[in-house]
């Protein structure tokens, strides 16, 4: 197995806390978000060789020691999946691929179930969503995105904006595997992507990681939804930070 996770954002709804530092290293309950994270992956059994970051903005304050490092350079132009293929070379065919974004946190019962998830492509997905987005904000609904699955779990949908409460089955956390089998077929399907194209929107170099994962499942991939009940936090703003701080019962 291998995990790279993503940290080359600046982080700009997170400041001041991120004009020195960046996003993964913002403090939530005394701790780094990265932290927090790498703390999980540790009591799931995954050794240091086997964890990658890739960072961008103030990459020189990443405190990571014995993890391996790559860089966007381009991290303020590009997004996700640019950042994600900057460590093309820590990605090892036959091993299962673990891509996480750098602003969450979660339970080792969180990563155990996307581990234990079967599928071409495996994404954790938060049933419970609604009662954690009404605590971080006003309305639910604004900062959403569809998820829309089958009843076996299989992702038909995700990434989109949604309408109704029920375009949102549950919603994706930032957690994905690409199975051990897949990874070199993953590669090259990026690769191979209309350059010249939009996707939701945005350019090949700008592409939102739900476009490239709903890309996958409109070309037959299977994408199976490794569901959750809560069990996980996204900081996204100071407001975030602010509504976690205030509560006593989390699970840090």
């Known amino acids: 197995m291998k995990v790279i996770i993503l940290a080359a954002g600046q982080g700009t709804r997170l400041r001041p806390l991120t004009n020195n530092r960046p996003k993964c290293m913002v403090e939530l309950k005394g701790k780094p978000l990265l932290h927090h994270q790498l703390d999980a992956l540790k009591q799931c059994g995954v050794e240091d060789k086997d964890i990658a970051l890739v960072a961008g903005y103030l990459q020189e304050k990443l405190v990571a020691p014995g993890l391996a490092q790559y860089r966007n350079d381009l991290y303020d132009q590009t997004n996700m999946v640019a950042t994600l293929f900057a460590a093309e070379e820590f990605m090892q065919p036959n091993e299962d691929l673990i891509i996480s974004y750098g602003d969450i946190v979660f339970e080792p019962r969180v990563f155990q179930k996307l581990l234990a998830t079967e599928g071409d492509i495996v994404v954790a997905a938060d049933l419970d969503w609604y009662d954690l987005w009404k605590m971080r904000m006003e309305n639910p609904l604004d900062d959403a995105e569809t998820f829309k699955m089958t009843d076996e779990g299989k992702v038909l949908e995700l990434g989109k904006k949604p309408q109704t409460p029920e375009d949102a089955q549950a919603q994706y956390i930032g957690l ?77």
């Open 176 to 252: 994905i595997k690409i199975s051990a089998n897949k990874v070199a077929d993953f590669i090259n399907h990026y690769k191979k992507m209309d350059k010249t194209a939009t996707y939701d929107g945005k350019d090949y170099n700008n592409m939102y990681m739900t476009s490239l994962l709903q890309h996958l499942i409109d070309s037959g991939w299977h994408a199976q939804a490794a569901l959750i009940n809560n069990g996980w936090l996204e900081v996204d703003s100071v407001e975030d930070l602010k509504a976690y701080e205030a509560q006593e019962d989390l699970f840090l």
